[in-house]
Structures are given as structure tokens and as C-alpha cells.
């Protein structure tokens, strides 16, 4: 199963229902006007690292953006630069109960990681009381480094703008939802996660080449393929977790934000737009006009 996913959703986004006017797997760009006739807000996928050469981005997010009366994003952004939060983070993310990683991981699993470490000298003493999913994120962020990737994603591009124009900015998730489900991730199938996202690292490089790709195009089909169709058939806890609740937890306050006069401009990672519970599916049910810039 790839696990690219922090790059498409928090943070790390099944079945396209076309018949509730879901853009081809051709269209421009990852963005998304959805309406009900007199209430507009502006859907875009976004992409939480990127390099220098991917910008600009594609015009379409600029016009949502010049539009719009508010940013919403996956959480408060600015938030997450508190340094008590990160330490909170950093305490969820750490063992407080005595265990190691050597005690929660099988042999296969920790022999894969401990080569995978002296490979590109992450010493193991240090990461002992880590969880699988901080080792994962880090493991995943100093690969994309060593590609050019930088935090400076679609979200963070968008939050500095919003900041110097004045717009208000929202989050569709509390810093604690965010923080409770980082800390969760791979538990109760550590060794499985761990070693599955072993192997995704290989082939990196040319995978994200495809999935920028598919991103800057607004592919549908193939974001969907690359990032929800194997999450639901393999793991579908971490599906369950990472998508599916998720965007049903989201879709009230998006009907919200269409009963005001606002225009929201709405980022979030692009493997929650697609698939038959991706946000577009689930708007399309409740009635809203969906159309792809």
C-alpha cells in the first residue's frame, strides 16, 4: 500500500461515482467549484511538500484564492508553529509506557528498519522510543529532502498569503484530532506498517513524479488508484481512519460554510477529494453542483 499519503492528506487523501457530475480523469487541475445556485465554495487538493521547480501553481488556485473571503484548511496552521504543541505532539509521538520499538516490532520488521537506518546513518539508539509513525514521517520526509522537496507545500504557500492579505483563516479539525491521529498510526499492525512503508520508499523518486503529475491535472482516476483504491483493499483500518471519517466528519461544516455568503476557498490533501467517500462523491449526494476548473 503506498504510504506517500502525508504528502496528499494530513499530513500526510475508491470508486468514482461519475454520475454525480464528477469530472473526467482529463481535466486542468485540482480544483473544484461546488455550488447549489446561490452559495459558492472552491475545493482544491493539495500537496503538503513540494520543490522549488513546482511552482508556480497552476492558475486555477490563484483565481479560487483571489475569489475567496476565507481560507480552510486541515487544521489552523499557524497553530501548529506554537512550540508547546509541537512538544505535545512530540510527547504523543513518544512511548511513555516502557516500551521500545524493539518490543513492538517483529524481527522481520526491526531488522528491515535497523538497515534501512545504518543505510543513511539514522542512529536506531536514538529512535528506540519513537512510535511507528514518527519513524515512518521521518523516514518519508528525509527521503523527499534529498529529492528537493521542501515544507513549503500548497497549504503553507496559500497560509502566508492569506496572512499578508488579512484573510481569515479556518481549520476543519482541532489541533488535538489532528495530533490524537498522527500518534495512532500503524497501532495494533506495527511491524505490517513499518514494513510496508519500507518498501514504498524504493522507487521514490519516479513515483512522485507520477503523483505530482496527477495532482497538477486534477487526475482523478489516478490519484484514486494511487492513493485510496489499495489503502481500502489492504489496510482498510488505516482507510477507515485516515479517509473515510474523516471526510464524512467534514462534509457538515462544508454544507455550513454553503449556507453563508462567503466564498471559502477549502485545501485539502488531494487523496480526500477522490473516491466513492472522497468529499466530491459526498457533495455530489447531498445535491451541489460539482465542476473542475
Request: proline share 4%; aromatic share 10%; no cysteine.
Amino acid at each position: 500500500m503506498n504510504k506517500f499519503k502525508w504528502l496528499f492528506t494530513p499530513g500526510f487523501a475508491a470508486g468514482l461515482v461519475f454520475s454525480l457530475m464528477l469530472p473526467s480523469a482529463s481535466a486542468d487541475t485540482s480544483v473544484w467549484r461546488v455550488s447549489n445556485g446561490e452559495a459558492t465554495l472552491y475545493l482544491a487538493g493539495t500537496v503538503h511538500l513540494l520543490r522549488e521547480s513546482d511552482y508556480p501553481l497552476p492558475p486555477e488556485y490563484d483565481q479560487a484564492y483571489r475569489e475567496a473571503d476565507a481560507l480552510v484548511f486541515e487544521v489552523d496552521l499557524d497553530a501548529m508553529e506554537d512550540l508547546s504543541i509541537q512538544a505535545r505532539l512530540l510527547a504523543e509521538m513518544t512511548y511513555n509506557d516502557g516500551r521500545t520499538l524493539r518490543e513492538v516490532l517483529n524481527q522481520e520488521a526491526y531488522q528491515a528498519l535497523e538497515a534501512y537506518a545504518s543505510e543513511v546513518g539514522m542512529p536506531m539508539a536514538l529512535m528506540q522510543t519513537f512510535k511507528p509513525g514518527m519513524i515512518v514521517a521521518t523516514m518519508q520526509i528525509f527521503e523527499f529532502q534529498k529529492m528537493g522537496f521542501t515544507p513549503e507545500g500548497v497549504d503553507a504557500h496559500f497560509n502566508v498569503r492569506a496572512n499578508e492579505d488579512g484573510k481569515p483563516v479556518l481549520g476543519l479539525e482541532t489541533l488535538e484530532e489532528q495530533i490524537a491521529f498522527l500518534a495512532s498510526m500503524g497501532e495494533g499492525n506495527e511491524s505490517e506498517f513499518m514494513l510496508s512503508s519500507l518498501r514504498d520508499l524504493e522507487g521514490i523518486e519516479e513515483s512522485m513524479e507520477g503523483m505530482i503529475s496527477a495532482w497538477r491535472s486534477g487526475d482523478t482516476e489516478l490519484l484514486e488508484s494511487m492513493f485510496v483504491t489499495e489503502m481500502r483493499e489492504q489496510a482498510p483500518q488505516v482507510y477507515e481512519t485516515l479517509l473515510r471519517s474523516r471526510n464524512l466528519n467534514w462534509v457538515p461544516p462544508l454544507i455550513e460554510m454553503l449556507g453563508d455568503e462567503d466564498i471559502e476557498f477549502v485545501l485539502v490533501g488531494a487523496a480526500h477529494l477522490v473516491g466513492e467517500d472522497g468529499l466530491l462523491t459526498l457533495l455530489g449526494q447531498e445535491g451541489y453542483v460539482i465542476e473542475q476548473l
